[in-house]
């Protein structure tokens, strides 16, 4: 099975241990809206601090679209290949095991 890696357990997973891949987009990261980097970057610490993973200032970005298997869904930003972004094409409607590292 297919799987998407996460550093943290964000809160934007909902605990969610699988989910089904539904859209693949490519953004410019000079573009990014703050809300949207606020909502993929945010990592509560255990005392309900919050902190944030840094994303790339400039270049293309892959934004994974994903529905859990809770019904919940969530996106995740990936810095951009021509080889990554063709492997998740391919890879829509497919299922993943969430993993957190």
């Known amino acids: 099975m297919n799987a998407i890696k996460f550093s943290h357990n964000y809160p934007k997973l ?3 241990t699988q989910a ?3 859209a693949v987009e490519l953004l410019d990261a000079r573009t ?3 809300d949207l980097i606020e909502y993929d970057t945010r990592i ?3 005392d309900d601090a ?3 993973y ?3 200032k400039t270049g293309k970005l892959i934004q994974l679209v994903f529905i859990g298997g809770k019904g919940i869904p969530f996106c995740t930003l990936r810095r951009h290949t021509d080889e990554k ?3 998740y094409i391919n890879q829509i409607y497919k299922v993943f095991d969430v993993v957190i590292t």
Do not use: F, M
């Open 14 to 16: 909902w605990n969610q």
């Open 20 to 22: 089904k891949l539904v």
């Open 32 to 34: 990014l809206h703050d």
């Open 44 to 46: 509560l610490s255990g």
């Open 50 to 52: 919050a902190e944030y």
């Open 54 to 56: 840094e994303l790339p």
């Open 85 to 87: 972004y063709d492997y």
